[in-house]
Every structure is written in C-alpha cells, then in structure tokens.
C-alpha cells in the first residue's frame, strides 16, 4: 500500500480473483439448472470486501499524502482507474445480477409453464416455448429434454435441390406457415400432425405429415416435379412421398412410395361432360378401356355403348334427357355415369382417375369431423361444384358427400367392380371414411367424376387391386361353449403371487405416485418379465378403485416405458383425482417390451394367435398383481380401452370375471381375418360386464355401420347396461365428453 504505482496492480488482481470466482461459480454450480441466489451470495461477499478494502485504504492514503506535484498527478491517475474499474466491476454485477434474474425466471416461470404445456399434451405449444428457451439457454438438460419429448426426428430427401420448409397444424387451414428449417439440414420436427411446405424460388409444394411413427422407419423422401408450369390451373399438388392407407379394411397394407401428382380442386361438371359428349372424342375408340375381359367374357365398345344412354336413349348420363343435362344445372357436378365413361371422360382430358392412395392422401380423413359438418351429405339435392364451404385443409372441394368419385384400381382383381370413394348427397355422413367399390357399369345417382395429373406418367398403382372382405360379424355362426372353453383354456397358466416386486418411480408435484412393478409372466418359462406402471394421487385417504388399461397401436411403435409415463398421468388425471388407480401394463410387444410384431391387425398366423394369447395372460396376471395391493379395493375393478386396447377388450373382458365394468373408447371390431381361436367377435358374444362405448361416427378406424354397431349388438348384455354414445366426430370423441361419462359409469357400478 506504500506504493500508489501498485495500487493499479492490486486493484486489476482483484478484479481478476473475482471474475475467477464468478467463473468457477457458472461451472460448479451448473448454469441455469441450480437455485440462482448463490450469485447474489457470492457477489455480495466480493463487493463487502471490496468496500472494507478500499474504506481501509482511503484512510491510510490520507495521512500520507505528499505536496510533490507528480504525487498529485499520480493520486490522480490513480482515482481515475480506480473508477474506471469500480465501474466495470458494478457492470459485472449487473451481467451476473441479470443472469441470476434469467436463471431465476426460468426456474420459477419458464419450466414451470414448460411442465404443465407438456403434461395437458399441447405439443406446439412446447415446442414453440422450447426453441425460444434453448436460444437462450443452449446447454440446459431439462429444456433440451422436453424439446426431444415433442420432436420426432427425421430425414429428409429433395434431391438435389435445397428447399425451405414451413409448418402448420394438419387440418388447420387459418394458420400461419411457420418457418422450420432447410431441407438440406433439418433433423427434427413436432410430433405432431403437420402440413409441410416446401418453397424453392416461384416453386411451391404442400404435403402432410401425418403419424410420425412411420417415419422412424427411415428416410422420408419428397419427389417433385421440376416445376410448377405444367400443373393444370385448378389442381393441387402433391409431392411424392411414402403413403399408406387409413380406410378400413386397407389400413394394415405397408406404405408405398407414390409419385407426384396433382388433383382438381373441383368435381367435373355437366358443362364439362356435355362438351365432351359432343365431340369427336366420344367415339373414338382409343379412349374407351375396350375389350375388356370380364369373367371370361370379352366386351367391346360396339356392345355397350348402347347401354350409356340417358332416359330416352340417347347418348348420356343415366339422369339426362335427350343428351342434355336438365335446365339450371351446367354448374353440378356430372352424376349418373358408370366407372367405363368416367375413364373415357380422363383420357379425353388428357388426365387420369385417382388411384386410391392418391384420393386418400389428398381427402385427409384424419380432419373428416370438422370437413363433413360442411359437407353436402344426406341432402335431396347436389350443390354447385364450386362452393367454397366444402374446401378441406388443402382447398379441394366436395371430397366428402355430393358425388361419389371413381378411382382406378379394380376391386379383387376383377374388372367388375371399381373402387368409388367419398360418398354422395343421398349417403350417411360416416360413408366418406370408408372404402367401396361399386359395379363397373354402374350409373347409380351419386357417381361422378374427379381427375388427377401424373406427371411422372401414369403409376403402375392405377391397376392394382384392392379388395375389402366387409364380414357379416351379426350372421356369423358361433362356437359352442364347449368349443369356447377351450379358447379361454388358452390363457391359463400357474398362478403365484410370488416374485413380485414394486418400486417407487417418481411423485409429481400434483402429489401424483408412479409405481412399476414387476413379475414373471404366463409365457416364457420364467425368464419372461412382465412389467407395468401404477398411477395414483397420494393425498386420497380411501382404498383406490383400480383401474386397468389397455393402450392404442401407438405403443407397438413407442420404444421406450418413459415416453408413456411423462405423458399418461396428465391424460387420466381426472381419473387419479377422483381417487382411482390407473395400472398400465406394458404388454408383449409394447414399449420397452417391443418384439417383431409391430402391427395391431390380425392375420392367420400362428404368431398373431400367439401374441393375443400372451396380451391376454399379461392382463389376468396383472389383475393378479392388483389383488396381492392391500391399498386397492380390488372388488371395483374396472377396465379403460382406448382405440386397439377398445379392440381388445373384447377378447380380454371374457376372460377374467373379476372386471366388473368397462369404458371403451373410439371401439370396434376389425375386419381381418385370424384364426379362430383369437378371433374376436366369439369372444364378443360373452361380454356380460356393464359396457359402453364411446365412438365418432366418421371414425374410419372402426367404421360406424359395419364395426361400431355390431360389436356393441354382440356384447351380450341388456341395453340397461350397456350404452353407445355417438359423437359428431372421427377417430375421437371430446374429451368433456369422456370425462363425463367415464367417471358417470364408473360411479354408476363401482
């Protein structure tokens, strides 16, 4: 202190030990992820030491001021650096005081919200939240876990060409495109469902991105046309992409790749039919798919054209008069035609019929509830090609209801019958979401046309066929009870309440407990371990009313046990508050216990047979579990299916009588034939447990005619106890709606 020419020396070591300090503390403590008041500690020590420091000094200084001019200069340069530097140590203070303030919001504000988004299921909205916060935060654990929770990652392929890509909500046609990333470099999208546009100079694209769980099969590759110029002015484009099918019955094919195309944004009309009824076109033979053989009979155009004619014989469709349409309706779509004229018509154009990947792809059935409440079904009267009130998510007119549209692709490899889609003006609404074929010369009203441009040349999927084997579930023949005993015989096995164990997993701060226990289960020579999960609220005083459920397909194509447990308390929590146990097994072939059968739909393999067995013997075994659990009054146990695990029930409410009562939600039975002895419509007809069911009639899942109605006509069971709730809606019904009911019956029998 003797020497002022050392103070600047003091003073500069001193602001190093603290920035030092300030560093050491980022590190040990783990930025942002720690309470931020050590900070505030640590720096107010310095600055305390600091004061008493240079208080101390400032009186030494004093009593040894000397009168030499250069000691006053030096004095004075002295002051001037020690401001200097008490100014960058206040600045200092401000940084860190405004990081400990970041870190604070963060952990009081930020992740709280964070949570609670993630546990009510509003993905973009957490995703949204979680790309602000990691610019801010990059090396945050908890926030770049939650970003992985709701991204799927993906692989995207253009080619050659680097595209920019935009997402919005799948269905939501009102909102923004939001920027996502560069085709060449993006690696992780929403797990959501998404329309994608692709934006490269004056060349745009839109596709859908539908359930991500088909992507974790690989690379997902966009073709596209070289441009846009030789799109036709009222189509819509589609790139290329692997696609598959959500029509009943169709819905268990493997995606395909399919190529570029574009559809019309409206049906064909009569003005346009008429101008090609009078051209030279008509009878030309070379747009006329003639002969064709038709169960070994050849038929030509000369022996049929005389059966495409109007009313009075002329030349036409079935409702014209004279070869004209009737006065006022140039504008309505053509209607009246067979699938031979509605080819004629495509080749005329120059385009093609729909092949049924391509239909279905642009009708977006997973948005039918909101499409088909604006569609013209069940009406006396068309509507003009052109109203806008029909349009679905990517502007296409009148996919649902006002005319049926026929495709390409024969219906079980005849050329009889020809697939025709969407449903007409005279239809039930629930027709749009399934899969029909009609008579190829049929002239029915309702059949009309729409055309779709391939500019890749017309796919080889145009010809193939497909066929829906809809089974008759009411007029089949049953087994006899001697037969059925031994299909329940199938899932005996030894029972033993030994080797169970169950462990605490977690308790969230809504005071919800997560338990897994564990077991050897009834197949697998006991090496096989069952496992599963116990959800319940630990503030409920009571004995808890337990609940078994059974997942959706989802949890074939989810790998691991976490993914389920961050998001299934949030989905039964009006369950869990209401003093129920939810048990959640993790069944053979789910989660963590996934094996090669990743499909839900059945088949006349004996490895089908076998897993519906082993998912049986995982049910009544972890009923088993329930009643070894003192805290569970196990004489209320009751069953929750949600979509696959609505399927199920039927197979799995017959074979355990200790399930008192089931809610099934968004249920049916599924068309695919399997072996008897797991066949499920047998296992249907002894249901004897109070049963609803809760189901959307435009679910194209579990159709509503020929699947909803007759499983709940074969649970044998008096319609006191048993209810079918239809709602206006798809593969859903409105959450109010389920809470409602669930916990109305539950209180009802439990």
């Given at each position: 202190m003797k020497n002022f020419k050392n103070i600047q020396s003091l003073i500069g070591g001193y602001f190093a030990f603290c920035l030092t300090v300030f560093e050491a503390s980022d590190v040990f403590l783990e930025r942002?992820?720690?309470?931020?008041?050590?900070?505030?500690?640590?720096?107010?020590?310095?600055?305390?030491?600091?004061?008493?420091?240079?208080?101390?000094?400032?009186?030494?200084?004093?009593?040894?001021?000397?009168?030499?001019?250069?000691?006053?200069?030096?004095?004075?340069?002295?002051?001037?650096?020690?401001?200097?530097?008490?100014?960058?140590?206040?600045?200092?203070?401000?940084?860190?005081?405004?990081m400990n303030s970041s870190k604070n919001d963060l952990l009081d504000n930020q992740l709280p919200e964070l949570i609670e988004l993630f546990e009510n299921?509003?993905?973009?909205?957490?995703?949204?939240?979680?790309?602000?916060?990691?610019?801010?935060?990059?090396?945050?654990?908890?926030?770049?876990?939650?970003?992985?929770?709701v991204t799927d990652s993906i692989s995207i392929n253009t080619g050659n060409i680097d595209y920019d890509i935009y997402f919005r909500i799948n269905n939501d046609s009102l909102s923004e495109w939001t920027f996502i990333g560069k085709s060449s470099n993006l690696d992780r999208v929403p797990f959501a469902r998404l329309d994608l546009k692709f934006v490269n100079g004056e060349n745009t694209f839109i596709s859908r991105y539908n359930h991500?769980?088909?992507?974790?099969?690989?690379?997902?590759?966009?073709?596209?046309?070289?441009?846009?110029?030789?799109?036709?002015?009222?189509?819509?484009?589609?790139?290329?992409?692997?696609?598959?099918?959500?029509?009943?019955?169709?819905?268990?094919?493997?995606?395909?790749?399919?190529?570029?195309?574009?559809?019309s944004k409206y049906e064909v009309t009569n003005q346009e039919y008429y101008e090609f009824l009078n051209s030279d076109a008509y009878n030309d033979s070379l747009n006329w798919p003639f002969p064709i053989v038709i169960e070994e009979k050849t038929i030509d155009l000369s022996e049929v054209k005389s059966i495409f004619t109007d009313q009075y014989g002329s030349q036409g469709p079935s409702n014209w008069s004279y070869g004209n349409f009737p006065d006022g309706q140039k504008d309505l779509p053509v209607t009246g035609v067979s699938w031979f004229e509605a080819y004629a018509y495509s080749k005329y154009k120059g385009l093609s019929l729909p092949n049924i990947y391509q239909w279905e792809n642009a009708a977006n059935l997973s948005g039918s509830t909101n499409l088909i409440k604006r569609s013209n079904f069940s009406k006396e009267q068309l509507i003009q090609y052109d109203d806008l009130t029909t349009n679905n998510v990517f502007g296409i007119?009148?996919?649902?209801?006002?005319?049926?549209?026929?495709?390409?692709?024969?219906?079980?490899?005849?050329?009889?019958?020809?697939?025709?889609?969407?449903?007409?003006?005279?239809?039930?609404?629930?027709?749009?979401?399934?899969?029909?074929?009609?008579?190829?010369?049929?002239?029915?009203?309702?059949?009309?046309?729409?055309?779709?441009?391939?500019?890749?040349?017309?796919?080889?999927?145009?010809?193939?066929?497909?066929?829906?084997?809809?089974?008759?579930?009411?007029?089949?023949?049953?087994?006899?009870?001697?037969?059925?005993?031994y299909y329940l015989s199938q899932y005996d096995y030894e029972y033993s309440d030994k080797n169970i164990t169950t462990q605490n997993i977690d308790t969230l701060s809504n005071g919800i407990v997560i338990e897994k226990y564990e077991m050897p289960a009834g197949y697998g020579d006991g090496i096989e371990i069952l496992s599963g999960y116990v959800f319940y609220d630990k503030n409920i005083k009571e004995k808890y009313k337990p609940i078994i459920y059974f997942p959706g397909s989802n949890a074939l194509h989810t790998p691991k046990d976490i993914n389920m447990i961050e998001g299934f308390p949030s989905r039964v929590l009006y369950l869990l508050k209401e003093g129920y146990a939810v048990i959640h097994p993790i069944y053979k072939s789910t989660y963590s216990r996934q094996d090669n059968q990743r499909s839900d739909y059945g088949d006349m393999s004996d490895q089908y047979k076998d897993h519906v067995i082993m998912w049986g013997k995982d049910y009544k075994k972890s009923i088993d579990y329930i009643f070894t659990r003192n805290d569970f009054d196990s004489n209320k146990l009751s069953y929750h299916g949600v979509s696959w695990g609505g399927f199920m029930a039927n197979i799995l409410l017959p074979i355990d009588k200790r399930v008192k009562s089931a809610v099934l939600l968004v249920a049916g039975l599924e068309f695919q034939?399997?072996?008897?002895?797991?066949?499920?419509?047998?296992?249907?007809?002894?249901?004897?447990?109070?049963?609803?069911?809760?189901?959307?009639?435009?679910?194209?899942?579990?159709?509503?005619?020929?699947?909803?109605?007759?499983?709940?006509?074969?649970?044998?069971?008096?319609?006191?106890?048993?209810?079918?709730?239809?709602?206006?809606?798809?593969?859903?019904?409105?959450?109010?709606e389920l809470i409602k009911q669930h916990l109305d019956w539950l209180e009802r029998y439990l």
């Open positions: 942002f992820e720690v309470q931020g008041d050590y900070f505030n500690y640590i720096f107010s020590f310095l600055i305390l030491v600091f004061i008493i420091g240079g208080v101390a000094f400032y009186l030494n200084s004093r009593k040894k001021i000397a009168n030499k001019k250069i000691e006053v200069k030096s004095n004075i340069n002295y002051k001037v650096v020690n401001i200097l530097l008490i100014i960058s140590l206040f600045f200092l203070f401000g940084y860190y005081a405004f299921n509003q993905v973009l909205k957490v995703y949204q939240k979680t790309i602000i916060l990691k610019e801010e935060f990059p090396d945050n654990k908890i926030i770049a876990k939650y970003f992985n929770n991500t769980y088909r992507l974790r099969q690989g690379e997902m590759s966009f073709i596209f046309p070289k441009s846009n110029k030789d799109i036709p002015d009222d189509h819509i484009l589609f790139p290329g992409v692997k696609n598959s099918l959500s029509l009943p019955g169709l819905d268990h094919l493997e995606p395909i790749n399919i190529n570029p195309y574009s559809i007119l009148n996919l649902a209801g006002n005319v049926r549209e026929w495709m390409s692709n024969p219906n079980n490899n005849s050329n009889k019958n020809r697939a025709i889609l969407g449903g007409c003006f005279l239809d039930e609404t629930y027709s749009y979401n399934d899969y029909y074929s009609q008579d190829s010369f049929d002239r029915s009203i309702g059949n009309g046309i729409r055309l779709v441009y391939n500019p890749r040349g017309t796919p080889e999927i145009n010809s193939e066929s497909f066929g829906v084997d809809v089974r008759d579930f009411i007029k089949t023949e049953d087994v006899t009870d001697d037969v059925f005993k034939k399997c072996k008897k002895e797991v066949d499920a419509h047998y296992y249907t007809r002894r249901i004897r447990i109070p049963t609803i069911m809760l189901n959307g009639k435009f679910d194209q899942y579990f159709p509503y005619e020929t699947s909803q109605i007759p499983m709940y006509k074969l649970i044998d069971v008096d319609e006191e106890n048993k209810k079918h709730f239809i709602y206006e809606s798809g593969h859903y019904v409105p959450r109010n």
